[in-house]
């Protein structure tokens, strides 16, 4: 019962926290802040494996696979023909898309 409390008591205090950090809606993002952000993305066919998993959706398995297709197949260009790679479908290319950059 204890651990109980304790655990309620902790997860409430993280929905706090993240409430109380979040952005508020319909925050604007100025043409340079978009920029930064882009830039930020990790290049697809430049990742180690570690990088790649670090991309939510992304496990180690997926990382291996996109690393193994780049080596055979060359660099990937595209959100589309990341589906190519064993395991990666739209709806996880697509999401994924968000995080790298296929330079």
């Known amino acids: 019962m204890k ?3 304790i655990a309620v008591i ?3 205090l993280t929905l706090s926290a993240n409430l109380a950090l979040a952005e508020k809606p319909g925050t604007s993002v100025s043409k340079e802040q978009a920029i930064a952000q882009q830039q930020q993305k990790l290049n697809i066919n430049k990742a180690t494996v570690e990088q790649l998993e670090a991309v939510p959706g992304i ?10 297709y780049v080596q055979n197949s060359g660099p990937i260009k595209s959100q589309q ?5 064993k395991g990666i479908g739209e709806k996880l ?3 994924v898309a968000q995080y790298v950059s296929f330079e």
């Open 3 to 5: 651990n109980l409390l």
């Open 10 to 12: 902790f997860t409430g």
């Open 59 to 68: 496990g180690k398995a997926k990382a291996q696979a996109i690393l193994t």
């Open 81 to 85: 023909q990341l589906t190519e790679v």
């Open 93 to 95: 290319a697509a999401k």
